[in-house]
């Protein structure tokens, strides 16, 4: 059974950091890509971050680009998320979402169940 | 970037009924386009794929149809358990962008 664990949210404050985790298993992790998507109070669902399967190929959004980084260890089966530079607006429930093909394809078909960030002070 | 408005935002119906939500975007994506459903506390799921495709394990009771920038998710007969938000979503570019999702109502 395909599974993915999102671990790492929490409290943070204004212009602070945090790095989210998510472990995978049940499937050839290194043999897909990988999203992070969130669900931001009042904003609904919005793309974050993609990387390819062996991680040479990364594309973030426009409003996360320069503070935040994706980045994958396939010997664990661990996808991450870099964040800083956090804002209110970076508050929200952060997924991770396994792509159906190697590359980035930008749509998933399995999604973890989420980790909360809040940033407030 | 690739604009989607989604409507209606909250469509409330009774079990049975046949539902339809729209997903326009704002320029043509081809049949680039997948549906989610989200329910509270559970992981998003993801229903249609290539407007049209219905996903592995998800009930015939889903549809999709559409292509280049008019595309509509249908619910055939309403189940309570249909009661939550969906979402279109773009992945003809890199912006991967969503629509502003539907919340369904049950009557």
């Known amino acids: 059974e395909v599974q993915l664990l999102e671990s790492g949210g929490n409290l943070v404050q204004p212009g602070g950091s945090l790095r989210l985790s998510c472990a995978a298993s049940?499937?050839?992790?290194?043999?897909?890509?990988m999203s992070w998507v969130r669900q931001s109070p009042g904003r609904g669902l919005e793309w974050v971050a993609a990387?390819?399967?062996?991680?040479?190929?990364?594309y973030y959004a426009d409003y996360v680009r320069g503070r935040f980084n994706i980045s994958r260890d396939n010997s664990k089966k661990i996808l991450f998320l870099q964040l800083s530079g956090l804002g209110v607006e970076d508050t929200g429930v952060y997924y991770c979402?396994?792509?159906?093909?190697?590359?980035?394809?930008?749509?998933?078909?399995?999604w973890g169940q989420g980790t909360l960030v809040t940033v407030s002070s | 970037d690739i604009q989607m408005t989604q409507s209606p935002s909250t469509l409330s119906a009774s079990v049975g009924d046949r539902v339809t939500i729209t997903c326009r975007a704002s320029q043509s994506i081809s049949d680039w386009l997948a549906w989610y459903q989200l329910k509270p506390g559970k992981a998003p799921k993801i229903l249609i794929s290539r407007a049209s495709h219905l996903e592995s394990g998800v009930s015939s009771r889903f549809s999709g149809s559409g292509s280049g920038t008019e595309f509509s998710l249908t619910i055939s007969s309403l189940q309570a358990d249909d009661l939550a938000t969906y979402y279109c979503q773009e992945y003809y570019d890199h912006s991967y962008t969503f629509g502003q999702g539907t919340k369904l109502e049950i009557k």
């Open positions: 990387i390819s399967g062996r991680g040479g190929l990364t």
């Open positions: 049940g499937f050839a992790f290194s043999s897909h890509g």
């Open positions: 979402a396994k792509d159906w093909d190697f590359d980035i394809s930008g749509y998933w078909e399995t």
